[in-house]
């Protein structure tokens, strides 16, 4: 069984930057893809950035790209999403997930209880 805990969110200004944390436990295989996706007040989940263990790419929505980067740390067992150049848009729950299959595509076995953040303009 693989456990997922989100870390990290709160209110940040407009322009300002947080950094999500998501702790890893159970199994997770070295070719497991990790995702951010996020929930904002009365919309669907969407997806927000992808990391693979194995090899470290990466791959991003294009609402965040330039802004967000997904990193993972091995020794930690954690995925981290920093945020930089926050908008009032980017408000919204975001959840950690993970599980196997193509890093492009948005179908994760296991998720996170998500953690907030708000964005003030």
């Known amino acids: 069984q693989v456990q997922l805990v989100e870390s990290g969110g709160g209110l940040v200004q407009a322009g300002g930057s947080l950094r999500l944390s998501c702790a890893t436990s159970?199994?997770?295989?070295?070719?497991?893809?990790m995702g951010w996706f996020r929930r904002a007040p009365g919309k669907e989940r969407e997806f927000v950035a992808a990391?693979?263990?194995?090899?470290?790419?990466?791959y991003y929505a294009d609402s965040v790209k330039g802004r967000f980067i997904i990193s993972g740390d091995n020794a930690k067992n954690t995925v981290y999403l920093q945020m930089n150049s926050l908008k009032p848009e980017d408000t919204a729950v975001y959840y950690c997930?993970?599980?196997?299959?193509?890093?492009?595509?948005?179908?994760?076995?296991?998720w996170g209880q998500g953690t907030q953040v708000t964005v003030s303009s």
């Open positions: 159970g199994r997770i295989v070295s070719t497991y893809r």
């Open positions: 990391l693979r263990w194995s090899g470290g790419r990466t």
């Open positions: 997930a993970a599980g196997p299959g193509p890093i492009g595509t948005y179908s994760y076995d296991y």
